[in-house]
């Protein structure tokens, strides 16, 4: 499926990244895809329901909205009339430029904004939300008391949310609270599928009933039962993506693919940067990506965002240590399963706590035992839960196993890397692409 990296410009003047999925044979609609409030375009299951239209011949647009992930601009300064205002500048740019744009699809306060931007962009055929509030200033209980009483008595201040810092304004707070969403939702006049799950315990299914009861005809609800909020369980994206997948295909239309769908359309002053080519199996690419220091990572047709934690970086996305520990993880957990599978072992869950401690030599002597490896930079503790009617002599045979996966192997052996440059060639073949696309 062919990625294009976008960089688009919001009403304000920020730059917002963008990317557009495209169906590897013939588009025939086109989607714009709002994230959660404070994630970012590249979410679990941002990246499932992306993959579920495209499979169904539907194109999608998902973008950061200024100050998150790989857009620029200061998160501080938004409000939620600053976010809807660019749905409807993103989703002009995808009408106008990209053949069409006939699906809204917005996750929590994204659903939000969707449902207030559908009346501003008359080619919309179906809007879909996901968790969505009935109002945007449920947006405030995320808030601590303390914090959001710090805002309205000196203007701003810094909350956590999700284990984050933000800066948010008092201008934040009073916006939310003067929004006339169900106006809104009852002057839609489009088909309207609601999924939210009855266990969220950010956004309660309650909003979707009264989302549900305002809205008119036709409109659908369809309960996610057991998923969270964030719908981080793959399962659960995978249900919701191919729920609107299904939806979706009773509302928009078929069409050709647009005459400008083969290359890159040209946003003025702003660079736009050419398809990403699929990367062979067995191979991973790293490109840079909008942000300081956001990477996209490529894994034959998988595709993921590493970043710094802020300051340093954007924090769009897992760091390289956090990538080096989620391998082990994740090889030592499917290891572990094969294993006990094989054993025919009641294991039913595996669970991986990993940690990487930095430091010199001497603190990683404190913490190993074994000569060898006291001299090197750090030190990696994994915590093994084990969860299935195993007796102790199990328990202890797996744990043994767990050093036996072969990331664990790789990095206890040690590897040698190799560093070549590209040649010349393929430098020279990209900036020919770079340069036919923004002709």
């Not at 303390?146 to 201040?157: K, N, P």
Request: with cysteine; charged share 25%.
């Amino acid at each position: 499926m062919p990625t294009t990296r976008l960089t688009l410009t919001s009403p304000h003047g920020a730059a917002l990244a963008a990317r557009w999925d495209r169906p590897d044979d013939e588009t025939r609609a086109t989607a714009l895809l709002a994230h959660c409030f404070t994630c970012s375009k590249d979410t679990v299951a941002a990246g499932r329901i992306t993959r579920r239209l495209n499979e169904r011949g539907i194109a999608v647009v998902r973008f950061d909205f200024t100050g998150l992930g790989g857009s620029g601009g200061d998160f501080a300064s938004t409000d939620f009339t600053s976010d809807v205002a660019e749905v409807v500048a993103v989703g002009e740019y995808v009408a106008g430029e990209l053949g069409s744009l006939d699906l809204l699809v917005g996750h929590s306060l994204g659903g939000a904004a969707v449902l207030a931007a559908a009346g501003q962009l008359p080619g919309v055929r179906g809007v879909v939300t996901i968790g969505a509030p009935a109002s945007p200033d449920h947006v405030l209980r995320l808030f601590a008391d303390d914090d959001l009483a710090a805002v309205r008595a000196d203007g701003e201040a810094t909350v956590r949310l999700a284990g984050r810092s933000f800066t948010i304004r008092r201008q934040f707070v009073d916006d939310v609270c003067g929004q006339r969403q169900a106006e809104r939702i009852t002057n839609l006049r489009r088909p309207l599928l609601l999924l939210h799950s009855p266990q969220d315990d950010v956004v309660g299914v309650d909003d979707a009933r009264v989302i549900f009861d305002a809205a008119r005809h036709p409109k659908s609800f369809i309960a996610l039962d057991g998923a969270d909020h964030l719908l981080t369980t793959p399962g659960d994206a995978e249900h919701a993506a191919n729920l609107i997948a299904t939806w979706a295909a009773r509302y928009v239309p078929d069409r050709p693919a647009s005459p400008t769908s083969p290359t890159v359309p040209t946003v003025p002053t702003v660079p736009t940067v050419p398809t990403v080519p699929t990367v062979p199996t067995g191979s991973v690419r790293v490109s840079t990506a909008e942000g300081r220091l956001a990477q996209t990572v490529q894994a034959g047709r998988h595709e993921l965002l590493a970043d710094e934690p802020r300051p340093l970086g954007s924090d769009a996305g897992p760091s390289p240590y956090d990538l080096l520990l989620g391998a082990l993880g994740t090889c030592t957990a499917m290891t572990l399963q094969l294993y006990a599978r094989r054993k025919k072992w009641a294991l039913d869950t595996v669970d991986v706590e990993l940690r990487h401690t930095h430091g010199h030599a001497e603190e990683c002597a404190a913490a190993c035992d074994d000569e060898e490896r006291q001299g090197r930079a750090g030190v990696i503790t994994r915590t093994v839960r084990l969860v299935g009617d195993l007796d102790e002599q199990q328990r202890g045979r797996l744990l043994e196993i767990a050093d036996r996966c072969p990331v664990h192997r790789t990095l206890s052996a040690g590897v040698e890397v190799r560093t070549v440059a590209a040649p010349a060639s393929d430098a020279a073949t990209e900036v020919a692409e770079v340069a036919e696309v923004a002709e």
